[in-house]
C-alpha cells in the first residue's frame, strides 16, 4: 500500500484565488511527521510546512497551511491568495518514528497558477 | 552559508562505469539521506546514515553503495551503472530524527542529473 498518496496530478488556480492540494498517508505508528515541500521548474527541492502528529493544531507559515485531519489520515495543503511564483510540483511527505527514518514522498501535484 | 552541495549538476555516463555522486553539508546534521526521482515516482529512498559510520538501506538500495566517514560527506556510489539509473539524485540532511518540527526538517541539495547511456 502507498504510505503517502496525491490523488491530484494537475492543478490549476487563478491568480489571488485560493487552492488546497490533497494528501492521505498511511500509517500505524501513532509518531509521525508530515511534510510539505515545493519543487519549482528549477528543481531544488523547498521545505513548505510540518505538521507532527501530536500537534493539536493546524500548521501555518505565511499563506501555508495544512489541514490536519488525523482520523481521516489527510494533509492538505492550502495556498491562500495564489501568486504566479506558486506554480511548481508540490510533494506531501512522511516520516515514520519506527521506521528508522525513513520519509515517504507522494508523486507530486503540478500547480499551475493562472495570471 | 554553504547548506549541502551536490556535485556535479550533471554527469553522463555509460553502462558498466562506476559513478560516485558527492554530497556535502555544513550544519553539522547526524542524518543525511539519498534519493533519486523519477517521473511518476516522485522521490525514493536509496540510503540513509544516522551519523558517521552508520547507514542504512532504503526502498531501492540496489546497485548502490554509500559510505560515511565524516559527518559532513555522504558519497552515493554506482558500481556498475545501468540505464534503469538515469534520474535525478537528492541528497539531503536534518538535524535530528525526533524532538520538534526544526530537528525533523529535511534540507536537500540542487540534485544532480544522471544519464547513463
Known sequence: AQKITQTQP???VQEKE??????TYDTSDPSYGLFWYKQPSSGEMIFLIYQGSYDQQNATEGRYSLNFQKARKSANLVISAS?????AMYFCAMRENWSGNQFYFGTGTSLTVIP | ???????????????GRQVT?????????????????????G????????AADITDKGEVPDG????RSKTENFPLTLESATRSQTSVYFCASSESRSGGKAKNIQYFGAGTRLSVL
Not at chain 1, 485560493?18 to 494528501?23: E, G, H, I, K, P
Not at chain 1, 501568486?83 to 506554480?87: A, E, N, P, R, T
Not at chain 2, 552559508?1 to 553502462?15: C, F, H, L, N, V
Not at chain 2, 558527492?22 to 553539522?28: D, G, N, P, Y
Open chain 1, 10 to 12: 494537475g492543478m490549476f
Open chain 1, 18 to 23: 485560493a487552492v488546497t492540494l490533497d494528501c
Open chain 1, 83 to 87: 501568486q504566479l511564483g506558486d506554480s
Open chain 2, 1 to 15: 552559508d554553504a547548506g549541502i552541495t551536490q556535485s556535479p549538476r550533471y554527469k553522463i555516463t555509460e553502462t
Open chain 2, 21 to 41: 555522486l558527492m554530497c556535502h553539508q555544513t550544519w553539522s546534521h547526524s542524518y543525511m539521506f539519498w534519493y533519486r526521482q523519477d517521473l511518476g515516482h
Open chain 2, 43 to 50: 522521490l525514493r529512498l536509496i540510503y540513509y546514515s544516522a
Open chain 2, 64 to 67: 548502490y553503495v554509500v559510505s
